[in-house]
């Protein structure tokens, strides 16, 4: 970071919330590195959001309060922003923008990155392969993750989306070599954050998960910047560490909010409910980072969490992060207050890699048409449970009397486990057969005679 | 040759405002800036232009130069193009990848076709022949699939001065010269605008369909080959793996397949998928006919807009040589959104959610380059267009949904509760519906049965008659409805199992051919007559449920393949057999 032409300028033009416009400078690049100092002689960054002729348009990370417009000394650093990345910023904490947190210095660097990351060609991609377990049910037989996939979780407030997150977290661990955690927190209270520190403490993964927290209480222009740098890190340590990093982002609607607070500012003509109409680029720029590249070992799986203001799945936020990601993991509010935990809703989940990662040669060679038959069959009791709300249960033909048993069997034995319970993916498939088995065979036509044979349990 | 016309004055985002502009056009292609990232320009003011650059504009400073060959966007067309890989603005990703890694860099600058790849060129005209725009004078053997035609540039006409003898050649030797007062070199390859449709002799009639081997589409919402598809649904409801299978499976002789705004694992499932891929119909490798166009959604925005520019107007090149081609657009929402994110840079008045008022133009504009067609060389060729539509929140009324459906004459519904019970294809069979059926009627009916379209309303009828049974059952339950009625429900729901199901990921099921689909309707309509008349004699129907001629209709899809249909067809009479036991 010493190595810039320090050229500065005293003066700004116009204070607005995070930005500031100044002028009578030259040579300034787009979207490049400003570092602006107070009064008082404390120095903070930002982000150039336009140039133009003898003008920048700049967002200050830190916030603007205590900047004056005549005693604020500005710097240009010639250069996008960047982050100093090695293989120590595993168990190490930073904040928003990347100063370590935890009382060390910061870590050696091996390569300063540019935070806004580059396009993976879509050649040099290669295809997600090997699933995670997970050691939940719900997830692996019914929507399985995959190496590489980027895979979100669709909550509300008050759910137990960071319980699964940490759970996923934990239990994954035992797959493969070189696994880490890359853990990036954007606007959450500080008992989120001390949460996760703690889960992974006591689970003994701390040392291998990078933390980057920007929380509630920091201006809400760090946020945008935050998911960059957490994403930079993962990037390094799976393409040129040859780790498989597991990068968890909570919480994305925080994010999506400080956007559009900025956004806003800059008087940006709005799309919907007043989000800019690049939403989704900007998005895509970040979710577009998961993946595996063609003869690298490493890999970067993201699940971002994100919960859904109003319970509303059709908001802007997840219908945007549903069109980016590979599918996506939703909560169920009305389950979770029947004490079903982990409360994945069984219809609206779906994993979109599962498809080419499953059955012969990958899983056991039922599993996918043991999970398309759970899901129609569940479809079917929900349609069965409206109607008995409406004519009651007596009036209900005995077959679909057996649905109902299987729809109460199927949530409280299959999708219901533990925080602590790991359920290896054979158990899960058992399991699953456990609960099918309840209706009868001529019902199961999704399945091939074969697997019904060898699988399904006379009751 | 470049010149400098201008310097950059304001940088925003992917657009860049630049003054002292001298000699500059509308749409004008220029590079921006010391690392020369590619833009056009998209409006002049005074000493001003206004330019989309279709790369990252990190670093971009005010005061660096602007440079122009003088020329529109364009396309390079020639021989190479099949099995190729591009991107949003035709720079071809496997020589980046090859040259930069895996990351892409700005400021690429690599010809689409390769120019040290030699082509076997056979010439079909000889010295001195008359000739006009849009003749074709010579063959090359691009793939074991296809001829590529070397055409006349559209606005040439002369007389052939020299052509060249049957031989290998680079695309940079020439192969004819042209006369008619001056000398024109005529080369394997030559350049169009994207964003001017490339002219024809006239419009003909859509009368064929396009066979898609997926039988919800063929039989029940068809589309001929020259027609507009739309396909609208929200996300995870298969719109990705609809455009793929019908990439796969459909009988166009040239797939051109736009990956605009999506994700960059699709199109690495394509990659590596389609090679391995064989056509059912000609034994050859799918990558031999198919061109990519990935402009991922991680891609710069204004290439994201381009793309599907890119993308038809390859298309209208090998339609012009007299073949079917068939381009996917996935997903114009996307393209959309690009065109909402420049707008709003530049400033324009916004109308519904942020959109331009040009959108209904642009959309209407780009459905009209596909179509049937009479080429300037005689010959018929046709593009069908089938773009995907990402409406936000699954909602249909939005601008992008709402505007194409007045452009299109087929629409297939993707529908949220179907998706969420697995059952794929997802297209709705009550919101979707095809204006093609009278036209590609007789294709059906001269070659595979004269019933075609007549089945066709029947199911339709049956299926109708189910929505309101199941308005019904949903009050009062199943148990009251008479036994003939609980019979078209149980028919309607083996035709969804068994029909209008249909999984890509089966071997025999990925793909149906007309003949297959047809066979399997006519049994489902079969079964259901005999059934009818054993519950009018007064038969129950879990009596029906329990019979062997049940399971066979059941199992039906999955048992024959596309090599023992005559099985198939004798199914209808072992069916007959086994319900007249019942009758005893």
Known sequence: MQNYKAREYVGLEEIVGPIFFIRNIHNVGYNELVEIVDETGKSRLGVTLEVGKGYAVVEILEGTSGLSLNNSRVRFREQPLTLGVSEDVLGRIFDGKGNPLDGMPKPLCDKMLDVNGLAINPTARDYPKNIIETGISAIDVMNTLVRGQKLPIFSGSGLPHDLIATQIACQARVEGEGFCVVFAAMGVKYDTVRFFIKTFEDSGVLERVAMFLSLADSPSIERTMTPRLALTAAEYLAFTKNMHVLVIMTDMSNYCEALREVSTIRGEIPARKGYPGYLYSDLASLYERAGMIKNVKGSITQIPILTMPNDDITHPIPDLTGYITEGQIVLEREMYSRGIYPPIAGLPSLSRLMKDNVGKGFTREDHPALASQLFSCYARVKDIRALASIIGEEELAPLDLLYLKFGDEFERKFLSQGYHERRTLEEGLDLGWDVISILPKEELVRIKDEFIAEHYKKR | ?584
Request: with cysteine.
């Open chain 2, 1 to 584: 040759m470049l010149s400098v016309v201008g310097k950059v004055y304001r940088v925003s985002g992917p657009v860049v405002e630049a003054e002292d502009v001298k000699s500059l056009r509308m749409l004008d292609m220029v590079e921006v800036g010391q690392e020369h990232l590619v833009g056009e320009v998209v409006r002049l003011k005074a000493e001003r232009a206004y330019i989309q650059v279709y790369e990252d504009t990190t670093t971009l400073k005010a005061g660096d130069l602007i440079y122009t060959e003088g020329y529109p966007l364009y396309v390079e067309l020639g021989p190479g193009l099949l099995g190729n890989f591009y991107d949003g603005i035709q720079r071809p990703l496997e020589t980046i990848k090859e040259k930069d890694g895996f990351f892409i860099r700005r400021g690429v600058h690599i010809p689409a076709l390769d120019r040290n790849k030699k082509w076997h060129f056979k010439p079909i005209v000889g010295k001195d022949a008359a000739v006009k725009g849009g003749q074709i004078i010579g063959e090359v053997f691009e793939t074991a699939l296809i001829i590529h035609k070397i055409m006349l540039f559209p606005e040439l006409q002369g007389k052939i001065s020299w052509i060249a003898p049957e031989g290998d050649y680079t695309l940079d030797e020439k192969i004819a010269v042209v006369e008619n007062g001056q000398k024109y070199d005529v080369f394997m390859y030559q350049r169009w605008p994207v964003r001017k449709s490339r002219p024809t002799r006239n419009r003909l009639a859509i009368n064929e369909p396009l066979i898609t081997g997926q039988r919800v589409i063929d039989t029940l919402f068809p589309v001929g080959k020259g027609g507009c598809v739309a396909v609208p649904g929200g996300f995870g409801t298969g719109k990705t793996v609809i455009q793929h299978q019908l990439a796969k499976w459909s009988d166009a002789q040239i797939v051109i397949y736009v990956g605009c705004g999506e994700r960059g694992n699709e199109m690495t499932d394509i990659l590596l998928n389609f090679p391995k891929l064989i056509d059912p119909r000609t034994k050859r490798p799918l990558m031999e006919r198919t061109i990519f166009i990935a402009n991922t959604s991680n891609m710069p925005v204004a290439a994201r807009e381009a793309s599907i520019y890119t993308g038809i107007t390859l298309a209208e090149y090998y339609r012009d040589m007299g073949y079917h081609v068939a381009l996917m657009a996935d997903s114009t929402s996307r393209w959309a959104e690009a065109l909402r994110e420049l707008s709003g840079r530049l400033e324009e008045m916004p109308l519904e959610e942020g959109f331009p008022a040009y959108l209904s133009s642009r959309l209407a504009e780009f459905y009209e380059r596909a179509g049937n067609f009479k080429t300037l060389n005689g010959d018929s060729g046709s593009i069908t267009v089938i773009a995907s539509v990402s409406p936000p929140g699954g909602d249909f009324s939005e601008p992008v949904t709402s505007h194409t459906k007045r452009f299109i004459r087929c629409f297939w519904a993707l529908d949220r509760d179907l998706a969420n019970a697995r059952h794929y294809p997802s297209i709705s069979w009550i919101d979707s519906y095809s204006e093609y059926l009278e036209d590609i009627k007789g294709w059906w009916h001269s070659n595979i049965s004269p019933n075609w379209l007549a089945f066709r309303y029947r199911i339709m009828e049956l299926l109708q008659k189910e929505q309101r049974l199941l308005q019904v059952i949903k009050l009062v339950g199943p148990d009251v409805l008479p036994q003939r009625q609980r019979l078209v429900i149980e028919i309607c729901s083996i035709f969804k199992n068994t029909f209008l199901q249909q999984s890509a990921f089966d071997d025999i099921d990925t793909f149906s051919s007309a003949r297959k689909q047809f066979l399997l309707l006519t049994n489902i309509l079969n079964f259901y007559d005999r059934c009818d008349e054993l519950i009018k004699k007064g038969l129950n129907i879990s009596e029906i449920k329990s019979t062997s001629a049940y399971q066979e209709i059941m199992r039906m899809r999955h048992k024959y393949s596309e090599n023992n249909l005559e099985e198939l067809e004798k199914l209808s009479r072992t069916i007959d057999e086994s319900l007249k036991e019942l009758e005893l």
